[in-house]
């Protein structure tokens, strides 16, 4: 009897922990020069908060040498970005841009300590601040860019 306890026991620990990757956090890429006019190097910023499966934060997408600033609802406190877990490393996230009216629907994934970043739009419908495809480090968030987002379930996500 104290066997199968132990067993029980082992197993319930096990599998009550979460087997889900944590996207929290600020992820951050610069692409090489995309405008012929200027040196400026682009950037793409994903600030994410999860909370379960359940994923929200805002985003900061500069293109054509930083002539075109994407910061969806700069002014405001509901997420740019939301989406769930689908798997143990993977996240559908449906992101809402200045520059689109149609959200842009991307799934990421966290491998080796990096954020794999893809866009499910074609690349015609994507706007210059937004890539199609990257990989994206882990950088140290600087204290604004979750703003007043306290939680995911809080501001309509």
Not at 33 to 60: A, P, R, W
Not at 61 to 71: A, E, M
Not at 122 to 143: C, F, N, V
Request: glycine share 6%.
């Amino acid at each position: 009897m104290r066997k199968l306890q132990k067993i029980f026991a082992a197993f319930f620990i096990i599998f009550s922990t979460s087997a889900f990757a944590d996207f929290s956090g600020a992820w951050h890429i610069e692409h090489p020069k995309s405008s012929v006019v200027t040196k400026i190097v682009d950037e793409f910023n994903i600030y994410l908060m999860q909370e379960g499966t359940i994923v929200c934060g805002f985003h900061y997408g500069t293109g054509r040498g930083k002539s075109k600033l994407d910061w969806g609802w700069a002014y405001e406190d509901r997420p740019t970005v939301t989406g769930h877990v689908t798997s143990s490393n993977t996240a559908y996230i449906v992101l809402h841009s200045s520059h689109s009216s149609n959200p842009i629907e991307a799934l990421i994934t966290i491998q080796k300590g990096e954020l794999l970043w893809l866009a499910k739009n074609s690349k015609a419908e994507l706007p210059p601040t937004i890539p199609e495809s990257a990989t994206l480090a882990h950088a140290t968030l600087k204290g604004e860019e979750l703003r007043e987002l306290k939680n995911c379930s809080a501001n309509d996500t």
